[in-house]
């Protein structure tokens, strides 16, 4: 099942809700943002988003489409395979 192969990713080993996978995909955006020195704003604008909307994906609010987790890694030059760390 998707949602399983997900957990996986994030090192997760029982179902959990689709709340918890918008929480840690934020989760990670956000250690990677802050890695690189990024701010909320300067990202948003490299990704052609709004501050706001960052904001919002990286508090787990959003159900992030997979454009926009291809513009948000482009924004950060990180492969997508990043936000999703193998066991």
């Known amino acids: 099942m998707l949602v399983n192969s997900i957990f996986g990713f994030f090192g997760r080993h029982e179902r959990d809700s689709v709340k918890d996978i918008r929480h840690l995909y934020g989760e990670r955006l956000r250690q990677i943002r802050t ?3 990024i701010s909320q704003e ?5 990704a052609d988003l709004h501050r ?3 904001s919002s994906v990286e508090r787990g609010e959003r159900n992030v489409s997979i454009v926009n987790i291809a513009r948000l890694a482009d924004a ?3 492969p997508i395979r990043d ?3 193998a066991k």
Do not use: D
């Open 35 to 37: 890695e690189k020195g």
């Open 42 to 46: 300067a990202l948003a604008a490299a």
């Open 52 to 54: 706001t909307y960052v």
């Open 76 to 78: 950060l030059s990180t």
């Open 83 to 85: 936000f999703f760390p």
